[in-house]
Structure formats: structure tokens, C-alpha cells
């Protein structure tokens, strides 16, 4: 039996060509060989058609509220259309609807592929779904209120570098031994004595795989233990007395984002290494955009030779004659140029920097901001658990932190001794500009806020995050954990993307390595750099270790944002909450 051929749509086939108007053989060639009818009648059926539905690999903003409305809102999606936006239909997560749309997009991808899978084999009911988006929802605002009150300046560029710090020390101690390799103890032995968590032991051990098993139940104790303690302080009355409701949502947050997320893939060294290779190259492309210089060099060809009219010996004559007489003067010229421009550009930043910092409010009042808002300060809003009076600028941890990953007080420790005599006159001496509110102190704390943490920040922060957990709006199949040799090369080429961004001279001197003259010396000291920087980047190289660095920070924040968990346990919160009924 015979089936019909198959026909494409109607939008998609061409329209029938009118008819001409007047006859030209000439014309109609040129015509037909320029812009053929069928293609721009089809061009133009296109342009007409209805939008089609986005692919199922796009990740814009389009496909994106299409997933949302699709996942989240089926009621909307099928059936009766509703063309509304999505923070009309859905409720408000935070006061960002950039933010908003994102996390809505994850939490779609989250319910699609691990609340569907199982609610709808049991009832089409949305009921349950949109209880759980509720719950999201009064969790992020009440999440954002708090963030308002928390100090964010001080809390990534003096308490997360600190744990860094503390991280980097623990790892270099626990490796310096001084015995020999069967007398030498286990590295992550000592680790786990200087910075000891109760999730993490007992500390696996190859040949009894029953500790490994036991130091994985321990951890997921603890994440279920953060996150109930989050949700006993921030779910509502009711919905905390609803256990199967608080369950799931515990299991998702806990099993899905600190489980499979952070505290997994998130430690893996090979994973950083590959992070920060990506940030390397992001920084060094946009820096190389703007101030390579390029666009300096000038072009002395007249337009005879540009076009090639000009002959082969006469170009080459000219060429020769302008590089012995004006090549120099030309170059001196534009290189006093560049720089002059370069001067400028560096002044006019500092004083249009110190400017806006000097007509901003002073630090010590509680000025404190959101990544979700436009950076507006609030005054009513007392910070919590913040030092009162708040440290300068110029003496938090990231200083030290940087010092402590370079190794600089044992490779330059005059260099180290300079910078730390500069930054105790700066803070110390009159007329203090590195003080807390000093001229200094505002003018980073408005660089701060503009360039390192804006207000634009959070958006494609969490998109990068989406698509890497969920690439194409699904869940990833899990991918295979790279090879040995894969590893080496990962932390290899992040080792050589970051020397790549210091000029040889500097980091021959800084890494001790001899820059003689001559190909074969060069190819020797690039090895002898490439390995000193990749035993920098070795202290993020054990998964194990990693997870006190990750889990750390996580409490961190937590405590920052709910400071009642420093205070009380689950279950004097549960019972707080609970019994006040």
C-alpha cells in the first residue's frame, strides 16, 4: 500500500512566482542569477509564518520562559494561552526579574526531571508543584531580605579568602614531611587534625572501603541537617508541619544541589582547574581587547600599494627607504603616544573614581547592598554579625591570601616586607588614607561595587551555572571522570594559560628561573615555569581536601544569612517554631 508523499508545511513551501510585467531576456538572467524567486518568496513566507517552537537545545530567554510555562505553568501553556510574562503568572522569587527567570528555569529543569518523573505516574494534579514553587519562592524573598543586612564586602574579600588561606596552609603542612614514604603519614590524616569536620570522617581508606561507605552517610546526614535548619527558620508555620512537603524540598536542595553539585563535581580539582582556566582566558581576553595597542599601528602605504597597482621593486624600494630613514622616528612617535594615552585614560579613572567615592556615604554606616537590587544603600538595615568598626579595605584577607598562594614571603620576602610596611603606613600613618573610610578605603570600595561586584553580576552568573549543570535545559548524563593523564593536562594547561598572562621577564624573576638568550634555554625555563606554577595549583589537587575548603564556605554564607543556626540546633529551632502554635 502506497502511502502520500509527505509535503512540508504550508509556511514553509514557496509562494507561486507573479507574473512579469514586461519580457527581457538580459534582465531576467541577471535576475535569475542574482536572487532567485523561489528563495526570497520562501524568505518571505518565513517572515510571515507564525514563530515556531524553540528547539529543545536553545537556552535563550525565549526557550527558556517557554520551558517555565511549559513545566511550571501547564495549565497556562496548554489549552488557553496566556501571553502574560512570567513574573505575572509565577510568583516573585526575588526583586530582580533577570534573577527571577533564571532561578525559575532551574527549578523547572529540577521538577521536570525528579518530580515528574514519579508525581505524574500518579495523578495529573499541578497542585503539589505549585506548592513546592511556593515554598521556592518564600524561601528566596526571605533570603534576599537577609542578604540586605549582610556585610557582602567583607564577607568575600575577608571571610571566604581567610578560609582559603587556612585551606592552603592545611594542604602545604600536611605534604611537608620529613620522613620517608613508608614512614610518612597519610596527608589527608593531617589535614583532617588541623581543620577537622564532623562530616568528613572517618577518612576513607583504600583498603577498608566500609569507612568510605561510612564517611558518605555522614555527609549526607549533614546536608540534610544544613538544610533543614535553613527551613525551619525560613518555611512558614504551615508548610513546616507539612514533613512530606518539607522532605522533598530537603532532598532536592540537599541530595541534587549540595549533593551532586557542590559537594561533587564542585570538588574535583580537575574541575577548578578547568574553572579557573576559563576565567583566565575570559580576563585576559577582554584585557587584551582593550589594551593590546593595536589599534595604534599605523599604516604609511599609499593607496597604490594598499590596492597592489604598485610594482613588485618600487614597493620594495619604497619599503626599504621607509625603514631605514622614518621607521624610528615613527615608532618613538607612537609609542610616546600610546603611552601618553595610557596616562590619561589611568588618570582620568582615579580621579573620576575618587570623585564618586568622596560623594558616596562613609562604610562605617550601614551602607549595605544587594547583587539582586541597583545598589542602593539601605540605612535602616543593621548588618549581621559584622565587626563594628568595620576593618579597611586594604587590611582584609585577600591580601594576605594572595601573598600565601604565591609563596611570596619565602621566593621575595623583601617584596613581601615592602607591601606590608606600605600598607601599615597607608592604614596607620597620617593621613591614613587606607583607613576605614579613608580616601583610599572609598575610592576601592568604589571600585568594588562598579567593576568586581555589580548589580549585573547575578544574572549571567546563574545562566553560566544552568547551563553547566543542565547544558540544553535537561539533565546531563553523567559524564566520565577524566583519566590521569587527562587531569595532568587539564591542571598543565591552566597552569600555562596563567603564565601566559605575565610577562616572561616578571615571571622568570619571580619564579627563580634563568631567561638566557638562545631557543633552547627559553623551551627549558617555560618547563621549569610551567612546573612551578602547577605545584601552586596542586593545593586544590585532592577531591577529599577540597570539601572541607567547599563545605566551609557553604556554612559560611549559611550562618551569615541565618545567623540562628550558629545559635541553635535543629531541633530547639524545630521546637521554637513549632511549639509556638
Known amino acids: 500500500m502506497t502511502q502520500p508523499a509527505l509535503r512540508p508545511p504550508s509556511y514553509l513551501q514557496p509562494r507561486p512566482k507573479a507574473a512579469p510585467t514586461f519580457s527581457s531576456t538580459s534582465l531576467d538572467a541577471i535576475v535569475t542569477k542574482k536572487t532567485p524567486p523561489s528563495s526570497r518568496a520562501s524568505s518571505r513566507a518565513r517572515q510571515l509564518s507564525p514563530s515556531r517552537p524553540p528547539l529543545a537545545t536553545d537556552v535563550s530567554d525565549k526557550a527558556t520562559s517557554a520551558l517555565i510555562r511549559r513545566v511550571l505553568c501547564p495549565h497556562s501553556h496548554g489549552g488557553t494561552s496566556d501571553s502574560r510574562p512570567i513574573d505575572e503568572v509565577l510568583p516573585p522569587l526575588t526583586s530582580s526579574n533577570d534573577v527571577d527567570l533564571q532561578l525559575y528555569a532551574i527549578i523547572a529543569i529540577v521538577v521536570k526531571e525528579f518530580v515528574y518523573s514519579w508525581y505524574g505516574k500518579i495523578t495529573p494534579d499541578q497542585g503539589f508543584v505549585e506548592e513546592v514553587v511556593r515554598i521556592f519562592a518564600h524561601c528566596t524573598r526571605a533570603l534576599e531580605q537577609r542578604l540586605r543586612r549582610v556585610d557582602i564586602e567583607g564577607l568575600v574579600f575577608d ?3 581567610e578560609l582559603v588561606e587556612s585551606h592552603v596552609f592545611a594542604w602545604r603542612t600536611s605534604h611537608a614531611s620529613q620522613h620517608s614514604s613508608p614512614f610518612a603519614p597519610d596527608p589527608r590524616v593531617v589535614y583532617h587534625t588541623l581543620i577537622p569536620h564532623p562530616a568528613f570522617q572517618p577518612i576513607p581508606d583504600r583498603n577498608d572501603p566500609s569507612t568510605t561507605l561510612e564517611q ?14 535553613v527551613l525551619a527558620v525560613l518555611l512558614p508555620t504551615e508548610d513546616l508541619n507539612n514533613a512530606c512537603l518539607r522532605t522533598l524540598v530537603a532532598d532536592i536542595v540537599g541530595e541534587m544541589i549540595l ?16 574553572g579557573i582556566t576559563k576565567i583566565v582566558e575570559n580576563v585576559q581576553a577582554r584585557v587584551q581587547a582593550n589594551a593590546t595597542g593595536e589599534e595604534m599601528d599605523v599604516d604609511t602605504r599609499s593607496r597604490l600599494e594598499k590596492f597592489g597597482l604598485l610594482s613588485g621593486q618600487v614597493e620594495h624600494g619604497r619599503r ?15 609609542r ?10 589611568t588618570l582620568r579613572f582615579i580621579v573620576l573614581g575618587v570623585v564618586a567615592a568622596l560623594s558616596e556615604s562613609s562604610r562605617s554606616s550601614s551602607t549595605f547592598y544587594t547583587l539582586l537590587d541597583g545598589g542602593d544603600p539601605s540605612p535602616t538595615a543593621p548588618p549581621m554579625n559584622a565587626p563594628t568598626p568595620k576593618r579597611p579595605l586594604l587590611g ?26 606600605f600598607q601599615y603606613h597607608l592604614i596607620r600613618s597620617w593621613p591614613r588614607l587606607g583607613a576605614t573610610n579613608g580616601g583610599l578605603d572609598l575610592f576601592l570600595h568604589h571600585l568594588i561595587r562598579k ?5 549585573t553580576l547575578l544574572p549571567p552568573l546563574l545562566h553560566t551555572l544552568r547551563t553547566t549543570l543542565f547544558p540544553h535545559n535537561t539533565l546531563a548524563p553523567p559524564s566520565p571522570v577524566p583519566s590521569p593523564t587527562q587531569q595532568l593536562a587539564a591542571k598543565r594547561k591552566c597552569a600555562e594559560t596563567i603564565l601566559d598572562t605575565v610577562p616572561p621577564r616578571i615571571a622568570g624573576r619571580f619564579l627563580a628561573v634563568g631567561t638566557a638568550a638562545g631557543e633552547g634555554n627559553d623551551a627549558r625555563a617555560r618547563e621549569k615555569m610551567v612546573a612551578e606554577v602547577e605545584g601552586i595549583l596542586d593545593v586544590f589537587g585532592d577531591s577529599y581536601m577540597n570539601k572541607h575548603l567547599v563545605f566551609g564556605i557553604v556554612e559560611l554564607v549559611l550562618v551569615r544569612l541565618v545567623p540562628e543556626l550558629g545559635e541553635n540546633g535543629v531541633g530547639e529551632l524545630m521546637a521554637m517554631r513549632l511549639g509556638g502554635e
Open 216 to 229: 558518605v552517610k555522614n555527609e549526607a546526614a549533614y546536608r540534610q541537617l544544613l538544610v533543614q535548619g
Open 336 to 345: 610616546v603616544l600610546q603611552h601618553a594615552y595610557l596616562a590619561f585614560v
Open 451 to 455: 567593576h568586581i561586584l555589580p548589580t
Open 259 to 274: 549533593g551532586n553539585g557542590i559537594g561533587g563535581k564542585a570538588c574535583e580539582g580537575w574541575l577548578i582547574w578547568q
Open 320 to 334: 626599504h627607504v621607509t625603514h631605514t630613514r622614518s621607521s624610528t622616528p615613527s615608532e618613538i612617535f607612537w
Open 396 to 421: 582584609f584577607t585577600v591580601f594576605t591570601l594572595i601573598s600565601s598562594v604565591l609563596d611570596l614571603s619565602i621566593r621575595m620576602p623583601w617584596l613581601c616586607g615592602i607591601f606590608s610596611l
Open 159 to 161: 571571610e571566604v579568602p
